[in-house]
């Protein structure tokens, strides 16, 4: 099984669409959780961390279910600028950070 | 704002050669990191670093890798003796606190590699 595993899309929504990614992971003594933006050929940019209350900033919103080790991210009324590669992330380290990226889900929003 | 900055955004290079790649963190930060990312696929943590110490290493970070701080400012990743396979962007990323923190990793650009 793969360590972080996310559907690679292309997810293909118009503007103003509400769409759901969902990430599952492997390693159940992981720390933390994220999702990540990567825009084509750019670096990984945090979007936001994943707490276990669940999470929301604005028009995305996280969720961990640690039992499933499942994550999801809800984006709320897509923005054309919201077309890109999300990146769910899981910390393993237990001193350092150790980040393992899934493979990303491409969205892409359209008018 | 802050950021991390990498030279040079390209890199060509025989196979056989040593290359050097080059990242100035974020000049508060304490925690430094190379992931690596070959075309097409995942995002890979290499290693990090603190306190001029590798504090984590992964399987791809063999003994032809080799960090370095060499002055308060540069952290350096060498690739002693290039490979195809070593072809891919190289990011180089820092933060402020440790692991357990929901602490951000600020990613810098990139390095693209080629080896030809």
């Known amino acids: 099984r793969k360590e972080v595993e996310q559907d690679p899309g292309p997810f293909n929504v118009p503007e103003g669409a509400t769409v759901a990614f969902n990430c599952t992971y492997s390693n159940s003594a992981s720390q933390s959780f994220f999702w990540y933006r990567q825009d084509c050929r750019k670096e990984p940019k945090l979007l936001m961390s994943v707490y276990s209350s669940g999470n929301e900033d604005g028009r995305f919103t996280a969720q961990l279910n640690r039992a499933s080790q499942y994550i999801s991210l809800l984006i709320r009324d897509s923005k054309l600028s919201d077309s890109a590669t999300y990146l769910c992330v899981v910390n393993i380290g237990t001193g350092f950070q150790k980040l393992v990226f899934g493979t990303g889900t491409r969205l892409l929003v359209s008018p | 704002e802050p950021e991390v900055t990498q030279t040079p955004s390209h890199q060509v290079t025989q196979m056989g050669q040593e290359v050097i790649l080059h990242c100035v963190p974020i000049s508060n930060h304490l925690y430094f990191y190379w992931y690596r990312q070959i075309l097409g696929q995942k995002v890979e943590f290499l290693v990090s670093?603190?306190?001029?110490?590798?504090?984590?290493k992964s399987e791809i970070f063999d003994d032809q890798f080799s960090v370095e701080r060499p002055d308060g400012s540069n952290f350096t990743l060498k690739i002693r003796s290039t490979k195809l396979e070593d072809s891919a962007m190289y990011f180089c990323?820092?933060?402020?606190?440790?692991?357990?923190?929901?602490?951000?990793?600020?990613f810098g650009p990139g390095t693209r590699l080629t080896v030809l």
């Open positions: 670093f603190y306190n001029n110490e590798i504090s984590e």
């Open positions: 990323a820092s933060s402020l606190l440790a692991a357990w923190a929901f602490n951000e990793q600020f």
